[in-house]
Every structure is written in C-alpha cells, then in structure tokens.
C-alpha cells in the first residue's frame, strides 16, 4: 500500500472516527482504536513493512509527548497531596493482578508456573498510553483536584509497567532454558530501573530550567529541545533497562517548578502536538490487535482476565486505604486502573519468540486483553469520572 493513503487513513480516519464516537458521547480515542483495528484486519496484508519498523517509534514518542504534558501539569503542591497512596498505586495493584492470574492460568489453562507468571504479569501492566491522556483531560477540567485523584493514577500508571516488565522477566528467564537468570537480582533491578530512570530526569529537567531561564530561547525551540532530549532519555533508557518514561515525566516536573513561564507555554504547545500523536498512537494500538487470535483464546481466556481485574481492583483499594479519598473517588481508581494497551501489544509475541509451546495462546491472551480493557475502560473513564469526581478544589 502507498505510504501516503496509509497516512490518509491514519490521520483523517482516526480523527474521523474520533468525532462520530464523540457524537454519541463516548471517547474519541475508541473510535481511533475501531479504526486501527479495521485497518489491521481488512489491510494487514498490504501495509508497508516501513511501518512495521516504524511503529514502535512511533507509540513511543506519542507516549513521550504526552507524559511531558503530564509532567508539566504536575505541582509539587498535587503531588504532596497525592502522598501514600501515589506511591502504593505504582506496585500493589500490579503485584495482586499478576499474582492471582498466575494461578488462575495455572489453573484454567494447566500453564507451568513460570509461564503462567510471564502471561499473568504481562497482562496485569497497565496501559499509560490510555490512562495517562484520559487523566489529563479530567485534570484540565478540574474534576478530582481536591484529593489529587488524577495525579494518584497517573503517577502509579507511569511505574506500574516496571514492576509487571520486571516480574514477567524474571519468569521468562525460569521458562526458558537459554536465559536462566536469578530472581534475587532480578527483583534487585526493579529499584535499580526506577533510580537510573529518575537520576537523568533529575539532572536533565534542573538543566533545562537553568537553561530556559536564562537564556531567550523561542517556544517552539524549547519544544525542539526538550521533545529531542525526552526521546534520547528514553532510547537510552532502553539499552540500560531504566524506568526512562518515569525520568521524562521528571522533566517536566522539575521545569513547572523551577521555570513556570517556561512550562506553561510548553505544556500548550504539548497540547496541540497531542492532537496529532494521539491519533498516531491509538489507530497504531487497534492496528497492532488481531481479532481472529484474540478469539482463540475464547471464553476462558475472557475470564481469567477478568479474575485478574477483580485482584486488580481489591489492589487499588488496599492502597487508598489509608488515603482521603472518598468511597466514589477510590472506586474511580479502580476504574481508571483497567485499561490495558502498551505492554501487551509490545510483550504479546514474546513468549512465542522463545519458543514456548504456550506462545500461541500466550499471544492470544494478549490482545483479548487489549479489545476487552481499553475500550471498556476509556468508557468507564469518560462516563464515571465526570460523576465520581467532585469539581474543583473543594
């Protein structure tokens, strides 16, 4: 297929799609996703392999994008009121989902232990590229600031995916004879991510608010520089297994704090670059599902996902527990901590990569992960938020 009506479909599609789900009040993202989805399926054959070697790329600067906004919308007064429970929110709900869907596949599907904890742990990770977005929307609408509920998620979303990453590492290692690795250092490297992810962004984010501060530098410079320097952040961080996305949001942070002018007229230019890349980055996520292996996983593999959730929400409310959260504020926490994406489009095919026997299904499990939660919870998102959460700062 020519690149350009590939990109026709892409951009106008999805935004296409977006508005007519918006005209019977559901999210636009859902209809950028449907999009996605029926390009993947009616034209998988005829799409370029440039765009296979380009997507990754692609979702992973939209993701860059839009948690630069979030950081850049992120005041040290929200985040002290955040407190525990942001802190909670990054490990607890991950740890309970993961961990129940390892037995749960043991059980339903007769997986062995290491594969049932590679598959349960790749599908209890969180999708920021759906939460993250949704978020920020009910933020700039001033819904839940009283408590600091948008920022509770979006901090835990952002961490979230190193803990399933890193447990779900550590069973491929035990499932697969070629990389046998020890838990102890495994687990080790889940603090070691999170401190080299948050140590550049640290160091990066005081510099440009140094840098901007100082110097008379045009906006749309600023974006030039800190889009490119957030992109090399996380491209290393890759080679180095660092929470990377975590010290992007660090970034902007540390530049609301120590150069606010700066930071708001870059949080609008992120604004209006979002516009594009969500587009980009939801059509990319419904291209990456396929129907016909979500369905062979069937009606079991449906339930055992959604046994997962059920620990996933028992999760949430074991870390707002001690929070002062209201009762509907910490039921849209559950809410918000359903979507799944990312993780399971980028690991789906892993295990199937290293040969296990389970691959197949491993993969199929997956992406009904993918059609089941993120549009059931950019639903919920968009329905309950608004009537969950209290508007304003009172």
Known sequence: MNLGILFFLILFGGWAAG???????????????????????????????SLHESSGFLKTLALIIILLKAGLGISRSTLNRAGLSALLMTFIPCIFEGGALTVILNYLFGFDWAVAGLTGFMLAAVSPAVVVPSMLELQSKGYGQKNAVPTIVLAGASVDDVFAITFFSICLGLATTE??????????????????????GIIIGLFLAWLFHRSKIAVVEKVLILLTVAVAMVEVGEMIDSAALLGVMTVGFLLLERAESSAVELSGQFGKIWFFAQIILFVLIGMSVNIEVALNAGFTGL????????????????????????????????????????????????????????????????????????PLGLIGINVFGTKLLDKGNT
């Open 19 to 49: 508005r007519l789900t918006q005209c019977i009040k559901l999210p636009a993202v859902l209809g950028m996703v449907l999009v996605g989805i029926a390009i993947g399926y009616f034209l998988g054959d005829q799409l370029p392999a």
């Open 303 to 374: 339930l055992a996902i959604a046994g997962g959730l059920v620990f996933r929400s028992i999760g949430v409310l074991i870390a707002t527990q001690f929070s002062s959260l209201s009762v509907q504020e910490r039921i849209f926490c559950v809410i918000a901590y359903c979507p799944k994406a990312t993780v399971q489009a980028a690991l789906g095919g892993v295990a199937l990569a290293a040969g296990l026997p389970e691959g197949e299904l491993i993969l199929a499990l997956a992406v009904l992960a993918i059609v089941f939660t993120a």
């Open 179 to 200: 990389e046998s690795i020890s838990i102890s250092s495994a687990l080790l490297a889940i603090p070691v991510s999170i401190i080299t992810g948050l140590l550049p």
